[in-house]
Structures are given as structure tokens and as C-alpha cells.
């Protein structure tokens, strides 16, 4: 049997040589920044790092699952990024906040994260040049559409780059070695409501309970005490070193919410391809009828529907539309030149994984 040093050993020899091809491809990482600093091309290309993910789980044969791959090649390519340039990430806060745990699942550690207390002022960030990338929520499978995203979307020029989702896991983390010494619980009244059955299946139901303005908030107060307990995200926990007990405490674990990432440029046209708009129908009888099928007379299969009352103009509505495809495909061209005017482009990007974690 090998011995617990040569196993060791064996690790670290591989540990060695992942460092030297790290290494190396960084060297290939600076040859590509150069030459896209000269033709002006973004550092973030999102459908060439989909491709990759696709690549490489295609041809693991080993232990790790796509899900590992992803979690580990993402960190690598935010590695590359700010090797390339810096990034400065504005999102919605606070910090450790969902939408934080996001971007940096996407950015990584070494990126500059701005935290902002609302999604519009995410928005005006990026308007006023002061961040290059932005990240906020869109949807919840449980509580539907963000409404302030979907307004923004119409209000400001910034596109979408790139869509995410994110599995949203509550977590217990305390100080405290044992349950029993636990004396309040800091959570969000939202996150707390969230995880009635695992605090009645622990008997923490008649614990007291502080609500805070944010799960986050909720880490850094548990922090403070050690007889205190906080419900938070896992990077709230992370950031305030606070120990996580219990990784997955909600009572509904299918919860999950897409993101968006939002910046300045427009992404090239890729094989798995996804466009969302915004569409002002004819004020007429029949006129949204008539323009989604105009979709169909296309082949453009429609994702998603959703009515926003439009600003200042009582009872007329736009509505946000996602569907497959590119904007500059020949057949969206089509419906374009149909509807002049009537149509806002919010971006085309690469279909987010909904299987990933």
C-alpha cells in the first residue's frame, strides 16, 4: 500500500507542474491581451469561455464533474482577466450579499468589487464609465421577474454580456461549538422565513431572533458573539470567517435566481446564442398577436414574455421578450426592419447553464 508521503508526495510533484502550465498559459494570456488591445477587442469574451467549459467536460475522464471543471476553469480565466487589465465590478449589495457570491463566481477574488444599495444605481455606474462590468439580479424562480432591472434595462444603454444562475443556499453559521449555546439568531426576516423547518427540526423556533437589513449584516453581528448564530449566503460567511454548521438550512432547495452581467460591448454571434428586447406593440386589437407572430413566421422560438407598464403613459405596457438566436441573424433582421422603432435591444449573449451550480 502507498504510504501516506508518497501520496503526498505524488501531489505535490503535480501540484508543480500545474504551476508551471499556469504559468505558461498566463505567458499566452498577455500575447492575446496585447493584440486585443490593438483592434480594440473586450477582454471578456463570455461565449469563448462557454466553449471552453463545453471543451473540456466533453473530454474529462476523470472524477471531475462539469459543475468542478466550471468552478475551477472560471477562477482561471478571472486570473487571466486582470492580467490582461484590472476589472472593477459594480453589483448589487451589500457585500456578501447573493448577487456578490455571483460576481465573483464569475470575476473572481482578484477582481475590484463595488457594492451599491440599489440596481439602479448599478445602472448608473455603468453609464457614467465608472465600472466596466455590473451584475444584478433579473428573476427568481419563486418570486418571479425584478421589475427595477427590467425598467433599467429601458432606461439606461448598458447590454447584457452574459446570464448566470445561481442555486440561492441559506446557511447556519455560528461561532458556537454546539447548538445549545446559541442564544439569538441574526438573519434577514426574508432568509429566516425561508428555513422555518430546519430551526424547528434543531428546536432553534423559540431561539430570539434580530432581524437585519441583509443576510450579510446578519454574519458580521453572529461574528460580534459567540453565542449568536447568523442565516446567511456562504459568502457572507466567508468574508466575516465566520464557520458554516450547515451549508443548506432553506426549506425550498430548488430556489435559484438569474443574473445578469451587463457592460458596453456587443458580443460576436456564437452556437448557443440568446437575444432579449424590449418591444412597444401597435396600440391596437390584435397588435401583440400580430407581432409575436412574427417570431414564429421566423422560426425565433421565444423564451420569455413579461409586461412592464410603460412610464408616465397609463395603461400601455412594453415588453421584455427573450428569445434564441442573435440579433444580427437573418431572420431577426427581418422582424427588425418590420418594426422599426418599435424594437430596444438589450443585448445577445451565450445561453446561461440553468444545470450548473
Do not use: W
Given at each position: 500500500m502507498t504510504s501516506l508521503d508518497e501520496l503526498r508526495k505524488n501531489i505535490n510533484?503535480?501540484?508543480?507542474?500545474?504551476?508551471?502550465?499556469?504559468?505558461?498559459?498566463?505567458?499566452?494570456?498577455?500575447?492575446?491581451?496585447?493584440?486585443?488591445?490593438?483592434?480594440?477587442?473586450?477582454?471578456?469574451?463570455?461565449?469563448?469561455?462557454?466553449?471552453?467549459?463545453?471543451?473540456?467536460?466533453?473530454?474529462?475522464?476523470?472524477?471531475?464533474?462539469?459543475?468542478?471543471?466550471?468552478?475551477?476553469?472560471?477562477?482561471?480565466?478571472?486570473?487571466?482577466?486582470?492580467?490582461?487589465?484590472?476589472?472593477?465590478?459594480?453589483?448589487?449589495?451589500?457585500?456578501?450579499?447573493?448577487?456578490?457570491?455571483?460576481?465573483?463566481?464569475?470575476?473572481?477574488?482578484?477582481?475590484?468589487?463595488?457594492?451599491?444599495?440599489?440596481?439602479?444605481?448599478?445602472?448608473?455606474?455603468?453609464?457614467?464609465?465608472?465600472?466596466?462590468?455590473?451584475?444584478?439580479?433579473?428573476?427568481?424562480?419563486?418570486?418571479?421577474?425584478?421589475?427595477?432591472?427590467?425598467?433599467?434595462?429601458?432606461?439606461?444603454?448598458?447590454?447584457?454580456?452574459?446570464?448566470?444562475?445561481?442555486?440561492?443556499?441559506?446557511?447556519?453559521?455560528?461561532?458556537?461549538?454546539?447548538?445549545?449555546?446559541?442564544?439569538?439568531?441574526?438573519?434577514?426576516?426574508?432568509?429566516?422565513?425561508?428555513?422555518?423547518?430546519?430551526?424547528?427540526?434543531?428546536?432553534?423556533?423559540?431561539?430570539?431572533?434580530?432581524?437585519?437589513?441583509?443576510?450579510?449584516?446578519?454574519a458580521k453581528r453572529a461574528k460580534e458573539d459567540p453565542h449568536a448564530a447568523a442565516i446567511c449566503s456562504h459568502i457572507a460567511a466567508k468574508l466575516h470567517g465566520l464557520p458554516i454548521h450547515f451549508e443548506k438550512i432553506e426549506d425550498n432547495l430548488a430556489n435559484r435566481t438569474r443574473f445578469l452581467i451587463l457592460s458596453d460591448f456587443k458580443n460576436e454571434k456564437g452556437a448557443m446564442d440568446k437575444t432579449s428586447i424590449l418591444a412597444q406593440t401597435e396600440d391596437k386589437p390584435g397588435g401583440l398577436l400580430e407581432f409575436l407572430q412574427a417570431f414564429e413566421d421566423n422560426g425565433i422560438n421565444l423564451t420569455k414574455i413579461e409586461s412592464r407598464p410603460v412610464k408616465n403613459e397609463d395603461f400601455k405596457s412594453l415588453f421584455y421578450i427573450d428569445f434564441q438566436g442573435h440579433i444580427d441573424d437573418e431572420n431577426m433582421q427581418k422582424i427588425i426592419k418590420t418594426y422599426p422603432n418599435k424594437i430596444k435591444w438589450l443585448g445577445s449573449y451565450v445561453q446561461g447553464d440553468k444545470d450548473a451550480v
Open positions: 510533484n503535480i501540484d508543480n507542474e500545474l504551476l508551471k502550465l499556469l504559468n505558461q498559459r498566463m505567458e499566452y494570456v498577455k500575447e492575446v491581451g496585447a493584440l486585443k488591445h490593438t483592434t480594440g477587442t473586450s477582454i471578456y469574451r463570455p461565449e469563448r469561455e462557454r466553449e471552453i467549459i463545453e471543451r473540456l467536460s466533453a473530454e474529462s475522464d476523470g472524477a471531475l464533474t462539469k459543475s468542478a471543471i466550471e468552478a475551477i476553469f472560471m477562477e482561471i480565466f478571472a486570473v487571466s482577466r486582470n492580467l490582461e487589465l484590472p476589472e472593477k465590478i459594480a453589483y448589487l449589495g451589500p457585500e456578501g450579499s447573493y448577487t456578490h457570491q455571483a460576481a465573483e463566481s464569475r470575476f473572481g477574488a482578484m477582481s475590484a468589487y463595488l457594492p451599491l444599495n440599489s440596481i439602479e444605481a448599478v445602472f448608473k455606474v455603468l453609464e457614467n464609465k465608472e465600472s466596466k462590468y455590473g451584475v444584478v439580479p433579473i428573476e427568481n424562480n419563486t418570486e418571479g421577474a425584478v421589475g427595477i432591472t427590467l425598467d433599467c434595462l429601458g432606461k439606461y444603454s448598458s447590454l447584457i454580456i452574459a446570464e448566470m444562475y445561481l442555486d440561492i443556499h441559506h446557511s447556519f453559521a455560528t461561532l458556537a461549538e454546539d447548538l445549545h449555546e446559541i442564544n439569538v439568531i441574526y438573519s434577514h426576516p426574508q432568509g429566516y422565513n425561508q428555513c422555518k423547518n430546519f430551526l424547528e427540526e434543531h428546536f432553534l423556533q423559540d431561539i430570539e431572533f434580530i432581524p437585519t437589513r441583509s443576510t450579510a449584516a446578519a
